[in-house]
């Protein structure tokens, strides 16, 4: 119990909780062609220039989808001080009481800059499940499926614009700056690789040197965004500077996903544009609609709360499935793994 009154897990290692579910999950999905080592997590950059494209809902329902769907034992970076996927999967109070506690992104920062060795297992918040079913097969010890989170909070950013001021005032530069984020975090995280399937990095929409840092550690790129004009040209401008500064081979390593489509024969024009012009060489997941059934998945009323996945996400529990199965072959394509499905 934090003093924020808010029992923020149960687990009292993230290493240790996503090794057990490892184990699990190796003998429950037959996947990596029956090989016996675990090949390290697709380290999966949510990201987009432009805001409100549902970047952190598109990450938890990536999240939810893919450890409910196939079992996987999913990891979510956040790294927006807007801390909403951290919200979302924990709550605004579980936000608080995981900082309280001396979990998130921002402390992971705190330890780059007083110059302390690079390690994000204590930071990590093992538990940030809301499904019943992964729930209830964690207590019968079958688990099948599970999400842990290295929380955001609103003092991330604060924190980076010390650092940024201070690396500045000593003729640093923001890409030196990038360079050496990127270099703590690549080690910080190496000796999780091992331990989950994906790990969800929901980057902040613009390109400061801890969000470049993000982008810079991916090996895929799901871009967000929404049927219209102004997001269009941002996805534009976005993925020409990826493409530009930091994957020359973009086109292979990007899942586009179109969110908050509503219906109209403007939107659908946009959407062939996106499909068939300017990203014509992308992945593309499925359309996700603007629908009150997303808002509501997205609000969990209390940390120790859990829903079943059609209690939670209603009307929109198939857009869900069909988001995991396609970025699932997205990941096969890319991978040449493969990923057996546990539940319909």
């Not at 093992?126 to 992964?134: G, K, M, Q, R, Y």
């Not at 003092?155 to 650092?163: A, D, K, P, S, Y």
């Not at 090996?219 to 049927?227: E, G, M």
Request: charge should be neutral; aromatic fraction near 8%; glycine fraction near 6%.
């Amino acid at each position: 119990m934090t003093a924020s009154g808010v029992q923020v897990n149960t687990l009292t290692s993230a290493t240790a909780a996503a090794s057990e579910g490892s184990q699990v999950q190796r003998m429950a999905v037959d996947w990596r062609s029956g090989e016996t080592r675990r090949t390290p997590a697709v380290m999966s950059a949510i990201a987009n220039l432009k805001g409100g494209v549902g970047k952190s809902t598109t990450t938890v329902m990536l999240a939810d989808g893919l450890s409910y769907f196939y079992g996987m034992t999913v990891l979510v970076i956040d790294l927006d001080p807007q801390a909403n996927s951290s919200q979302m999967l924990l709550t605004e109070r579980g936000v608080q009481a995981a900082s309280d506690q001396g979990k998130g992104a921002h402390h992971l920062l705190a330890e780059f800059v007083a110059g302390r060795p690079a390690s994000a297992a204590p930071f990590i918040m093992p538990n940030a499940v809301s499904l019943e079913e992964l729930r209830v097969a964690e207590e019968q010890d079958e688990r099948r499926g599970w999400i842990s989170i290295l929380p955001s909070h609103p003092q991330l950013r604060l924190r980076e614009m010390g650092l940024e001021e201070d690396w500045y005032s000593r003729t640093g530069t923001p890409t030196s700056l990038a360079k050496s984020l990127t270099d703590y975090f690549r080690t910080a995280f190496a000796p999780l690789e091992t331990l989950y399937d994906v790990i969800l990095i929901d980057c902040p929409p613009h390109l400061s040197p801890l969000a470049r840092a993000g982008l810079a550690l991916s090996n895929v790129y799901i871009t967000p965004t929404i049927a219209d004009s102004v997001s269009t040209w941002g996805t534009k401008q976005f993925s020409e500077w990826i493409g530009t500064h930091v994957a020359p081979d973009l086109a292979e390593r990007n899942f586009v996903l179109i969110t908050r489509f509503r219906d109209t024969r403007y939107a659908r024009q946009v959407a062939s544009d996106l499909r068939d012009v300017y990203l014509k060489d992308r992945w593309f997941g499925p359309t996700i609609p603007e629908s009150v059934h997303v808002l509501n998945a997205m609000d969990r009323p209390a940390y120790d709360s859990y829903n079943t996945f059609r209690g939670k996400y209603g009307g929109v529990k198939q857009d869900v499935r069909r988001l995991a199965e396609r970025f699932s072959d997205f990941l096969a394509q890319r991978t040449g793994s493969t990923w057996q499905k546990i539940r319909d």
